[in-house]
């Protein structure tokens, strides 16, 4: 699903005033692009996935979906970065909820369900409910969840935060491999960079106060990539290239000299 | 519990709870029968127990405990509906709240025996009036509650359900009543004992039947046994009502109740 922020401004209005997060934010996200995000903490990354999936709504500016309707928007998933499972539900219904209220049919809901909790690992952990898991198979839940209605557009905010390094390589690769069968846009936020380079087919690096885009770099490698063991030269320099932006920013935003 | 299973050799709490009982109500007997404190106002255990079977087979208990159940029940369901209709649409809508709570805030501290006479005059000197005035005590507690349940879930699953394009209804069904439900059966705790309480005050003045007026005409006679029967009465009901809700919540609120550590709490 391809669509356009155009001058993108967020304000909150807090009692204290209202603080501005995002400033003429502008980017394009083409169909089946892998878009990768980083920044510093705080920058307005989760708030610019909010106001993609329409959450929020921004204080100017607009997203603009290319030759789709709005009324198209529950084609848009998004994975959050608490996870955001329903504690009342187990980690079935929770994958299912999606697909129950999107109107799915109990049969083709159950069959699905039961594939997604399998890919994400938990197939033994389906009857339970989220506060008997651990903080990664919770994440893992959610990526099921936003996964299973087969959305056009992903949206995903540090979906493998919380996982242990090894059981992140493994979902790398489970989730390549999902989008090269069935093609979707993605836009990605995290904070591993080796993590950007590897999946994305172009990196945005955010700078803070207010967020806004610094700098947009392509990844001119062919996909799928190989694993972080076998990374080609490219990769490392791109990898460097953006650690040095991103350093700048992310003292700069911490009031950290050098 | 006992930890890890370390100590094998484990008594549960309620085993404590009825022996304390027995202690007490043996201590009772005791102290009436010593003649240490007065059977015409402290009735022993015994004479109490008698006392109930009679009143029971002789047909005499049955009518004050209809109408009592029945003044509670419908007064209790009435305010609970409406408890639980008007919170959740304060809790949902910050206009509706900041509309409605300056009432609630005028209305609530008022003791809602005061207001019976006011009832009355509106709604004439019957039936009505009374499950009325239930309704309105049971009603604060459980909307105040409601409210809360609402406002407290966290807004992520709103958006959660916004992000699969759910309706109003949905965000209801899915969200609000299972996010707010463990809030809202505690509100029901508390407004179901106030109705009790309401109830049997109601029935002191004016009224034919009902465990409130068997209380106050068996005090007026001096027939103490009767009373302290109608006492372990409402004990029992509330003791019922209290374990309804208890398994309610046990069935519908694990989700809240069970997490972190279950076994020490
Ligand atoms: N609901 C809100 N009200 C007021 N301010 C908010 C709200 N949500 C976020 N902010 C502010 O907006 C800024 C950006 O927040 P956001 O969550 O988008 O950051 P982020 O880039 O996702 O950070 P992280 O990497 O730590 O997740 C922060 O400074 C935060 O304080
Ligand atoms: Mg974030």
């Known amino acids: ?258 | 519990m006992s930890k890890n299973g370390q100590r094998s050799f484990w008594i549960p709490e309620y085993v404590f709870s009825i022996l304390l009982t027995v202690a007490m109500v043996a201590l009772w007997e005791w102290l009436v029968r010593a003649g240490k404190v007065s059977a015409l106002f402290f009735p022993a255990p015994s004479t109490i127990v008698r006392t109930s079977l009679r009143l029971i087979s002789a047909g005499e208990l049955t009518p004050h405990l209809k109408a009592t159940l029945y003044r509670v029940g419908l007064g209790g369901v009435i305010g609970a509906a409406a408890g639980v209709a008007l919170g959740v649409l304060m809790g949902w809508s910050c206009r509706i709240r900041n509309i409605v709570d300056p009432f609630v805030a005028a209305i609530h501290p008022i003791p809602k025996i005061a207001v019976f006479p006011v009832v009355m005059v509106i709604f004439g000197i019957g039936e009505t009036s009374r499950v009325l005035v239930v309704a309105i005590a049971a009603f604060f507690p459980i909307l105040i509650n409601t409210v809360l349940g609402v406002r407290q879930i966290n807004p992520r699953y709103f958006e959660v359900a916004a992000n699969y394009n759910a309706g109003p209804v949905q965000v209801l069904r899915r969200v609000i009543v299972p996010g707010s439900l463990p809030f809202v059966l505690a509100g029901l705790r508390i407004g179901g004992n106030v109705a009790f309480l309401m109830t049997i005050a109601v029935e002191m003045v004016g009224v034919e039947t009902g465990l409130g007026k068997m209380i106050w005409f068996s005090w007026e006679t001096l027939r103490t046994e009767n009373l302290y029967v109608c006492l372990g009465i409402i004990a029992i009901l509330g003791i019922g009502f209290n374990a309804v809700l208890y398994f309610l919540s046990l069935r519908f609120c694990h989700w809240q109740i069970d997490r972190g550590d279950n076994e020490t709490r």
């Open chain 1, 1 to 258: 699903m391809e669509f356009q922020c155009r001058d993108l401004c967020m304000q909150y209005h807090t009692r204290r005033g209202d603080t501005v997060v995002l400033r003429d934010v502008n980017f394009h996200v083409a169909e089946r692009e892998f878009v990768c995000i980083v920044g510093p903490s705080g920058c307005g990354k989760t708030t610019l996935l909010r106001l993609v999936a329409e959450l929020i709504q921004p204080s100017s500016g607009d997203i603009v979906f290319s030759n789709r309707t709005r009324a198209d928007w529950s084609r848009i998933a998004i994975v959050f970065q608490d996870h955001g499972l329903l504690p009342w539900l187990t980690v079935f219904q929770n994958v299912a909820f999606g697909l129950r209220l999107l109107g799915i049919g109990r049969h083709e809901c159950q069959s699905r369900t039961d594939a997604y909790i399998g890919k994400v690992g938990l197939a033994s952990c389906a009857d339970r409910y989220p506060y008997q898991l651990s903080i990664g198979m919770q994440q893992r839940v959610g990526i099921a969840r936003a996964l299973v209605t087969d959305p056009e557009l992903l949206l995903m905010d540090e979906p493998f935060g919380s996982l242990d390094a090894q059981t992140k390589l493994i979902m790398q690769d489970e989730l390549v491999q999902l989008l090269h069968a069935n093609e979707k846009s993605v836009v990605f936020v995290t904070h591993d960079i080796t993590e950007a380079v590897r999946l994305g087919d172009r990196v945005l690096v955010m700078a803070d106060r207010p967020g806004h885009i610094r700098e947009e770099i392509v990844v001119p490698l062919a996909r799928p990539r190989a694993s972080v063991f076998a990374k080609s030269r490219e990769a490392e320099e791109l990898e460097r290239r953006i650690w040095s932006m991103l350093e700048d920013e992310v003292r700069k935003s911490l009031g950290i000299g050098e």
